[in-house]
Nanobody, 119 residues
């Protein structure tokens, strides 16, 4: 059974930093990319950042570009999200997800970790 487990969330003042981790366990035959999404209160889930597993190509949402950095450690089956210059608008539950192929959807999801940024 595939499991994604996020950690690293918490309460931080505006301007602060947090680093989220997502550990993947279980049998996944192949991973094309992983990503971070977030859902703020009373808002739809939104894409934050993604990284391809083989060549570490990255993409970012405009709202976090330049402040957040996504990375991965293939040997540890772990993905990270370094979040700097946090703003109250970054408050949300952050989820990690993985997709097996370029054309597939994100099929495996974690349970989420809460990030709260105080003003």
């Amino acid at each position: 059974q595939v499991q994604l487990v996020e950690s690293g969330g918490g309460l931080v003042p505006a301007g602060g930093s947090l680093k989220l981790s997502c550990v993947v366990s279980g049998r996944i035959l192949t991973t094309y990319a992983m990503a971070w999404f977030r859902r703020a209160p009373e808002k739809d889930r939104e894409f934050v950042a993604s990284i391809t597993w083989r060549d570490a190509g990255t993409e970012y949402a405009d709202s976090v570009n330049g402040r957040f950095t996504i990375s991965r450690d293939n040997a540890k089956n772990t993905m990270y999200l370094q979040m700097n210059s946090l703003e109250p608008e970054d408050t949300a539950v952050y989820y990690c997800a993985t997709k097996q192929f370029r054309w597939s959807s994100f099929g495996y999801w974690g349970q989420g970790t809460q990030v709260t940024v105080s003003s």
